[in-house]
């Protein structure tokens, strides 16, 4: 084994470069869908806020109800934001969870559009867009792939 001076003037071993050496920058695809993905984990946060504050104003349903509302607005927040780290670190078990999300968003800007609120359903359409063709890009899907098993 090869070895080379450490900064306190000792050898310590030599590390492989490529795909197995130290960690190597996602493609860039990857890099556009974690950051679409971190973008709508941070819409949720503004809509959780938006229903935390009419809760609090009393303009919800029922108390109860409101304060789930938000509780499980926060948590999906949380969970997007874990997927997009998952995608920045191009690790395997983030596509499925990252595809199935932007089915979600279309089926949410849709509605969204229909409701005839376009200033949130065009930009979550837009996202969920760019996180597709991102986890679609040929770069991506190697970078995602499992190696086989032996």
Avoid: K
Wanted: proline residues 9%; contains cysteine.
């Amino acid at each position: 084994m090869a070895t080379r001076p450490t900064r306190a003037g000792q050898a310590g071993p030599v590390q492989p470069s490529g795909p197995a050496g130290p960690a190597t920058r996602p493609p860039a695809g990857l890099r556009v869908a974690s950051a679409a993905q971190a973008t709508e984990a941070a819409g949720l946060l503004v809509a959780a806020a938006f229903a935390a504050g009419s809760t609090a104003a009393g303009r919800s349903y029922q108390l109860a109800s409101g304060i789930a509302l938000t509780l499980i607005v926060l948590g999906t927040a949380a969970v997007l934001a874990v997927v997009a780290v998952g995608l920045a670190r191009a690790r395997p078990w983030s596509r499925t969870p990252a595809a199935l999300t932007q089915l979600f968003v279309v089926i949410a800007g849709v509605t969204l559009l229909d409701g005839h609120r376009p200033e949130w359903g065009v930009p979550a359409l837009v996202l969920a867009v760019t996180c597709l063709a991102g986890l679609l890009t040929p770069a991506s899907l190697r970078a995602l792939n499992r190696p086989p098993r032996r």
